[in-house]
Each structure stands twice: as C-alpha cells, then as structure tokens.
T-cell receptor
Framework: DGGITQSPKYLFRKEGQNVTLSCEQNLNHDAMYWYRQDPGQGLRLIYYSQIVNDFQKGDIAEGYSVSREKKESFPLTVTSAQKNPTAFYLC?????????????FGSGTRLTVV | DAKTTQPNSMESNEEEPVHLPCNHSTISGTDYIHWYRQLPSQGPEYVIHGLTSNVNNRMASLAIAEDRKSSTLILHRATLRDAAVYYCILMGGGTSYGKLTFGQGTILTVHP
C-alpha cells in the first residue's frame, strides 16, 4: 500500500547533538512538507519542497535543515541551533496535479531532548 | 493566507449527529475548503474537501454556505472513534501548492 513512512517513531537527543528524521513516500507525490506540533497546539510549517532539489523555508525554519535529492525522500535535520527541539514532527506529501486531494501525513516522530 | 475560525471544543453523544462549524470570511474565489482530523499521537487524516457545492463521502458531509464565508462538517452518527481534533483549512487552487496553514482546530469529545 502507498503511504508515508517516518522513522524513528521515538527519538532522544542530547543537547548539542544534530539528529536526522527520516521521511519516505511511495505515493509518487511531488511536494513534501515538514511540520512541528507542540502539545495542545496546531501544526507549524518548518520546510517544504515542491520538486526535487528545491525547497523553501516555512514559518519556523531556524535551527532546521532539509534536503530533497530524491522524489521519495525528504529528511529533516534538527541542529544544535534549534533551542527547543522537543516536539512531535510530522511529514506530509501531496500531488501537484490539479484537482488532487489534500495532504497525506506520516505517523510522526516524537523527539525528546534529554 | 486566509484564516479560519473554529470553536475550541465540542461534545456529542455516540450515534448522534455532529455539526462542526468553521468561519472563513476572507476566503478567495479559488480556495478549496479542506477538513482533516487528528487522533492522539497520529498524523492528521484527510476527511473531506469542497469548493462551492455540498459534498458527501463515506466519512462525512460538508455543507458550504452560499457566500462561502462559512462551512460545516457533518458527522451523521458519531462514534467513539470520531473523537479527535478537527481542522478546517483553506487550500489554494491550481496545480502548484504552497504551505498549508493549520489553526488550533476543534477538539471533539464523544460520550458513550
């Protein structure tokens, strides 16, 4: 079945470390997105990419980096510059075809700084 | 981005209909109205979307006001599995989409 796979489901990071969250999709979707969700809050956009080798900053990009070398993959690196990285991270994708439905989301990665 | 306004929370009894309202007074003519729901510790799930006409699918119905400044998601018979946060979102039309802006959503509680 097609879908989005995020790994790992839970991730613990020591202060000062960089960590990379994986997001892979087999839906042949063009666009991919990373969102952050804090407890009791809505989703905030970190980065998005509409085509391979291109990406744009979202509303809260500071302290994060991404790459889009393959259509299927959009990894997110949480760097040591991100002062409050503990959160629930969600990856999403969608097709750029006109009339297509909305986003498909992964099941998320919960990152905790220890 | 055009914004949406939803009540913070709503409650329903099992097997009763639920009407979840959303105001979007600054909607543009090409904005689609999308609804997603999110269960605890999961990613949001697509529910339904529409442009001008009312829409039905196996999950829900979407009623859109004639002036498009508001819409209502209708769950015809709520079940305990429908307890979730429901987000009403506006998405621009066309073949290329930018960011999707989520508000706080409505927390739906379903009582047995």
């Amino acid at each position: 079945d097609g879908g989005i796979t995020q790994s790992p489901k839970y991730l613990f990071r020591k202060e000062g470390q960089n960590v990379t969250l994986s997001c892979e999709q087999n839906l042949n979707h063009d666009a991919m997105y990373w969102y952050r969700q804090d407890p009791g809050q809505g989703l905030r956009l970190i980065y998005y990419s509409q085509i391979v080798n291109d990406f744009q900053k979202g509303d809260i990009a500071e302290g994060y980096s991404v790459s889009r070398e393959k259509k299927e993959s959009f990894p997110l690196t949480v760097t040591s510059a991100q002062k409050n990285p503990t959160a629930f991270y969600l990856c999403a994708s969608r097709s750029n075809r006109a009339g297509s439905y909305g986003y498909t989301f992964g099941s998320g990665t919960r990152l905790t700084v220890v | 981005d055009a914004k949406t306004t939803q009540p913070n929370s709503m409650e329903s009894n099992e097997e009763e209909p639920v009407h979840l309202p959303c105001n979007h007074s600054t909607i543009s003519g090409t904005d689609y109205i999308h609804w997603y729901r999110q269960l605890p510790s999961q990613g949001p799930e697509y529910v339904i979307h529409g442009l001008t006409s009312n829409v039905n699918n196996r999950m829900a119905s979407l009623a859109i006001a004639e002036d498009r400044k508001s819409s209502t998601l209708i769950l015809h018979r709520a079940t305990l599995r429908d307890a979730a946060v429901y987000y009403c979102i506006l998405m621009g039309g066309g073949t290329s989409y930018g960011k999707l802006t989520f508000g706080q959503g409505t927390i739906l509680t379903v009582h047995p």
